[in-house]
């Protein structure tokens, strides 16, 4: 089993920066890609970044540019950097690892205001 536990959402302004985390614990070795999923009420868990084992970022075209993904192994802890909000980022964030089975993370509100 693996369990993530997300943190640093919160409230910002358009134009603000947050930086979530998500710390990985439990059976770690199984874990190949980490990333970032986020959802707003009424529609589809969307995915905004991903990270592989090797440390190769991909990202949603709505926040290229915006945010960064980054992963540090040994703190077993996957950020994502997020710069120049937008009210449209507004979501619940949630953290997912992907090994022999997917896990996610209880999710972490993030609100910008314009």
């Known amino acids: 089993q693996v369990q993530l536990v997300e943190s640093g959402g919160g409230l910002v302004q358009a134009g603000g920066s947050l930086r979530l985390s998500c710390a990985a614990s439990?059976?770690?070795?199984?874990?190949?890609?980490m990333g970032w999923y986020r959802q707003v009420p009424g529609k589809q868990r969307e995915l905004v970044a991903g990270?592989?084992?090797?440390?190769?970022?991909n990202y949603a075209d709505s926040v290229k540019g915006r945010f960064s993904i980054s992963r540090d192994n040994a703190k077993n802890t996957v950020y994502l950097q997020m710069n120049s909000l937008k009210p449209e980022d507004t979501a619940v964030y949630y953290c997912?690892?992907?090994?022999?089975?997917?896990?996610w993370g209880q999710g972490t509100q993030v609100t910008v205001s314009s």
């Open positions: 990270i592989s084992s090797g440390g190769r970022p």
């Open positions: 997912k690892a992907w090994g022999p089975r997917d896990y």
């Open positions: 439990g059976s770690i070795f199984s874990i190949n890609a």
